[in-house]
């Protein structure tokens, strides 16, 4: 079996913070990742101050960032459910 490449991340925002910036949480049997409530407060922050005027170059950089760390995130939780379900038995 190949594994597909994972997205890239160069660069993590300056405003994210270490500890804390992400939080697990079972579905379905299944830990998931996520971004913090206070990371995607500040996601949701930039993209309602980019609906209404334009982002300064930090914060649309900041935007970026976060953008690569959600499809790395989507990708590794992917990957871990694809995992799991190959190993879920089958009936007969």
């Given at each position: 079996m190949t594994l597909p490449t994972p997205p890239s991340l160069t660069h993590l925002p300056t405003a994210?913070?270490?500890?804390?910036?992400?939080s697990i949480v079972i579905e379905e049997g299944i830990p998931i990742f996520r971004a913090s409530q206070s990371v995607q407060d500040q996601i949701a922050t930039l993209l309602d101050k980019?609906?209404?005027i334009k982002l300064?170059?930090?914060?649309?950089?900041?935007?970026?960032?976060?953008?690569?760390?959600d499809d790395y995130l989507s990708f590794v939780n992917r990957t871990i459910?694809?995992?799991y379900l190959t190993q879920l038995p089958t009936s007969a």
């Open positions: 994210l913070s270490v500890e804390g910036a992400v980019q609906a209404d300064t170059t930090e914060e649309a950089s900041e935007l970026d960032r976060y953008v690569e760390i459910r694809n995992l």
